[in-house]
């Protein structure tokens, strides 16, 4: 496989291998860091490439084993959340200032998810990947993926609906 070939197959995806990064490092630069190192994975093993049906998948995969491995070497835990990327134009800013606190709670409320439940909702909501990719990406059978996908997704609802709610009789 030449060079071309090569980011043909593995440059589609590239931003998602980004965003998974991102969202178990949490920083930025580890998150870049994690995305280099994997593209020099995949460079060096290449020839083999061809034996994979879906080689995002694959990427994926070795992605959040990556992510796990530096979280557990580097412990990085001190780091911090910032949401960078949501934007909107003609609003005011006491709505922008709302819509970011929002963005804020959920990013936090997902990081307070089990590890499992936030790798599934990275992928299906936020990556916006099928089923039976992230049944492979995380070896779990689809029911369970689906169970905790729902697990995920109701336990940010309650936990928001606790803080909208809050004082209110």
Sequence with gaps: MNQSDFLKVVLPFKDKVFRLAKRLLVSTEEAEDATQELYFKLWRNR???S???NVEAFAMTMTKNYCYDRLKSKQASNLTLVHS??????TSLEKKVEH?????????LIE???EQQKIIIQLRDIEQYDFDEIC????MKPTAVRVALSRARKTIREELIKKHNYGVS
């Design 47 to 49: 020839e083999k490439l």
């Design 51 to 53: 034996n994979y049906k």
């Design 85 to 90: 990327n949501y934007k909107e134009k003609d």
């Design 100 to 108: 970011n606190d929002s963005v804020n709670q959920v990013h936090q």
């Design 112 to 114: 307070k998810l089990p």
């Design 136 to 139: 492979k990406m995380v070896d």
